[in-house]
């Protein structure tokens, strides 16, 4: 039995790096976000910059253990989604922070994202290979795009504090609402069956059109058929009686200026 217990242990710290991993601790995102993230969503990154030695200890943990690394310290998919979408957060703010002043650390001059390296997990990886090959491949969560934030004006507004255990779903549906009711998102013109959206629903259509027919079982999907899911007041009631078949689609420009607090 001791010789069972000493090898259990050694595969242990085989497999961690010499260290029993631990579940990820939120609490210094929890405060730093609900210290330097205002109630519109944008970030005070002289402030955090101040802190970055405090935002780097979350850093290091999401660098060292993942779903990936560790599949057994994320008992379900909620939890996975909690941590991937949090460390994409995470370190969409700890490189603008690191660079501020200077405004271009996650978009190009010319407006394009710029794709930086990051580690999760003991691994290498990348913000793309994160967003795109991890949490929209494999999750298959449109509402994912509502709460990820690449450190733009017109990304979805960052919430303050970590996402409570237990309530990734929660907070993704309240982030839907949130994004879906704001008028600089989406708007519609019953008179002239206009619907404007975010660049968000362009770049991500088929995220939400596959959702409509995997999900909802609707053949033809329409892309207000996904707004209706979220939309309140009298927008709504406008929008859901006007034939899919008469609405003009088109997209507001996408503000790609840093998400600073002014």
Not at 61 to 85: C, K, N, T, Y
Not at 92 to 107: F, N, R
Not at 164 to 169: C, I, Q, R, S, V
Not at 219 to 240: C, F, K, V
Request: glycine share 6%; hydrophobic share 40%; net charge positive.
């Amino acid at each position: 039995m001791a010789t069972r217990a000493i090898l259990f242990v050694l595969i242990v710290l085989a497999t961690t790096g010499g260290a029993v991993a631990q579940q990820t601790n939120y609490s210094e995102y929890d405060r730093l976000t609900r210290k330097y993230i205002n109630a519109q969503g944008l970030v005070d990154y002289k402030g955090l910059k101040s802190e970055l030695p405090a935002m780097k200890t979350f850093i290091d943990q999401i660098s060292a253990v993942s779903p990936e690394s560790h599949s057994q310290l994320f008992p379900d998919g909620g939890e996975q989604l909690r941590f991937w979408m949090t460390a994409y957060n995470a370190w969409v703010m700890y490189i603008a922070a690191s660079e501020y002043p200077s405004k271009g650390a996650l978009w190009n001059f010319v407006g394009l994202f710029r794709n930086r390296d990051i580690k999760l997990g003991g691994r290498d990886s990348s913000l793309e290979e994160l967003e795109h090959k991890i949490i929209r491949a494999r999750y298959k969560e449109p509402r994912i795009h509502f709460y990820i934030n690449c450190a733009a004006i017109s990304c979805p507004p960052l919430w303050q504090g970590a996402i409570a255990p237990g309530k990734t779903w929660d907070v993704l549906d309240k982030s839907a609402k949130r994004f879906i009711n704001d008028p600089r998102n989406v708007k519609f013109d019953p008179a002239t069956k206009k619907l404007q959206l975010s660049k968000i629903f362009d770049w991500f259509k088929d995220d939400f059109l596959t959702y409509l027919k995997d999900k909802k079982g609707i053949a033809q999907p329409h892309i207000s058929q996904y707004i209706l899911m979220y939309l309140d007041g009298p927008t709504r009631a406008a929008l859901e009686k006007t034939p899919v078949g008469e609405i003009s689609v088109s997209y507001f420009s996408y503000n790609k200026s840093l998400n600073e607090q002014k």
